[in-house]
């Protein structure tokens, strides 16, 4: 089944403590990318990566970092987590050959809470 | 920037009956894709429909139309025989094509309550 995973599915953890969320997905898609949703605000991306090694900043990426080593996988990292990023985060992907035009392809989302 | 509203933040309608939600969207460009998502309390996000902004013909899927008005910028999702598995939170989303990132700009959502 083509689909994005993401793990884990919640997580409670304590201001300061690196945390990696995981993202991978199985249809040999170039295009990933990390959103976050937040009551009133949407859906907002962190961080995109149009292939491999290639990542970039989306709208709001103070305090996240990505690493794109292989086409598959696009780990998200909160080397120190503050209770503003307690949020419900979604992995998305798309292949370049359609980028956007079919919309993405979402993982189900993490929730995360920073005590 | 492309902005993207939701001016609705709750709607509900009788089972059965017909509701239109809004989206209007900011932008200078001429290529572009929007969409609407639904996302139930499973928090999946699902592709409810989408429509190419060189398309006049307003898309639909099954019981899920839109009203596209490029020159207005608007674009409506209407639910026509509304069921209780309608009920979520929906999002009207653009694409930039050919933008570079072609990220997804998301409203801020409207929360829909099916009433039986």
């Known amino acids: 089944e083509a689909q994005v995973t993401q793990n884990p599915r919640y997580l409670i953890t304590v201001t300061g403590k690196k945390l990696t969320v995981t993202c991978s997905q199985n249809?040999?898609?170039?295009?990933m990318s990390w959103y976050r949703q937040d009551p009133g605000l949407g859906l907002r991306q962190i961080y995109y990566s149009m292939n491999v090694e290639v990542t970039d900043k989306g709208d709001v990426p103070e305090g996240y970092k990505v690493s794109r080593k292989e086409k598959r996988n696009f780990p998200l990292i909160l080397e120190s987590p503050s209770p503003n990023q307690t949020s419900l985060y979604f992995c998305?992907?798309?292949?370049?050959?359609?980028?956007?035009?079919?919309?993405?392809?979402f993982g189900s989302g993490t929730r995360l809470t920073v005590v | 920037a492309q902005t993207v509203t939701q001016s609705q933040p709750e709607m509900s309608v009788q089972e059965a009956e017909t509701v239109t939600l809004s989206c209007t969207y900011d932008?200078?460009?001429?290529?572009?894709?929007l969409f609407w998502y639904k996302q139930p309390p499973s928090r999946q996000m699902i592709l409810v429909i989408r429509?190419?902004?060189?398309?006049?013909q307003n898309a639909t899927e099954n019981r899920f139309s839109v009203n596209f008005q490029k020159a207005a910028k608007s674009f409506s999702l209407k639910i026509s025989d509304s069921q209780l598995g309608d009920a979520a939170m929906y999002f009207c989303?653009?694409?930039?094509?050919?933008?570079?990132?072609?990220?997804?700009?998301f409203g801020t959502g409207t929360r829909l309550t099916i009433i039986p």
């Open positions: 998305a992907s798309s292949p370049r050959s359609a980028l956007g035009s079919y919309g993405y392809t």
């Open positions: 932008t200078s460009e001429s290529d572009y894709y």
């Open positions: 429509q190419e902004a060189y398309k006049q």
């Open positions: 989303a653009y694409v930039l094509l050919f933008g570079g990132n072609e990220k997804l700009t």
């Open positions: 249809m040999n898609h170039e295009y």
